[in-house]
């Protein structure tokens, strides 16, 4: 069976040029389907499936969450480390203006825009982890240490079961 392309989104340009070292994923996309879907694609635990979520403070300044598939940001908790009043989730429409991708598809990697990231700190402590990779249907997998050589990433203790 031929391996399907590895598309070359922003995220794959981002990590090439970085010289980090990826799997390629791809998998059946379903609307609304979360990393649920997408751990059952691939195989792997929905905790190892990070999801990319932008958000925004009371400033309106966005940043990036990344967390794990089956755990939930505690927005109180992630506003009181940063500073802000409040953080709360970005409409689908300003969070693409602010990374250029669609929701779905939303990667930490090649964003339009620099923002600040933060990033579950149990989420380092994972020996692979799968993150999108730019496209809906499209996951990376790489090691959590390459994710902060990249990012920058602050880790942060903000997640919480469902």
Same mark, same amino acid.
């Given at each position: 069976? =031929?391996?399907?392309?590895? %598309?070359? @989104?922003?995220? +794959?340009?981002?990590?090439?040029?970085?010289?980090?070292?990826?799997?390629?994923? %791809?998998?059946?996309?379903?609307?609304?389907?979360?990393?649920?879907?997408?751990?059952?694609?691939?195989?792997?635990? &929905?905790?190892?499936?990070?999801?990319?979520?932008?958000?925004?403070?009371?400033?309106? $300044? %966005?940043?990036?969450?990344?967390?794990?598939?089956?755990?939930?940001?505690?927005?109180? &908790?992630?506003?009181?480390?940063?500073?802000?009043?409040?953080? &709360?989730?970005?409409? %689908?429409?300003? =969070? $693409?203006?602010?990374?250029?991708?669609?929701?779905?598809?939303?990667?930490?990697?090649?964003?339009?825009? $620099?923002?600040?990231?933060? +990033? &579950?700190? @149990?989420?380092?402590?994972?020996? *692979?982890?799968?993150?999108?990779?730019?496209? *809906?249907?499209?996951?990376?997998?790489?090691a959590p240490d390459?994710l902060m050589a990249?990012?920058?990433?602050?880790?942060?203790?903000?997640?919480?079961?469902?």
């Open positions: 069976m =031929a391996k399907d392309k590895t %598309p070359v @989104t922003p995220a +794959v340009r981002a990590l090439r040029a970085a010289g980090i070292s990826f799997s390629d994923h %791809p998998y059946s996309y379903e609307e609304k389907g979360g990393t649920a879907v997408s751990s059952r694609e691939l195989g792997v635990e &929905e905790h190892c499936v990070i999801k990319t979520l932008v958000m925004e403070d009371d400033r309106k $300044q %966005p940043l990036i969450v990344l967390m794990h598939g089956d755990l939930q940001v505690s927005t109180k &908790e992630l506003a009181r480390l940063i500073g802000a009043r409040s953080v &709360e989730p970005c409409r %689908p429409e300003v =969070a $693409q203006k602010h990374t250029g991708y669609l929701t779905g598809g939303t990667s930490p990697f090649g964003t339009k825009k $620099q923002l600040p990231v933060y +990033v &579950e700190e @149990t989420i380092l402590e994972l020996p *692979r982890i799968y993150i999108n990779g730019g496209k *809906r249907g499209f996951l990376v997998g790489l390459e990249l990012l920058k990433a602050v880790p942060v203790r903000v997640g919480y079961a469902k």
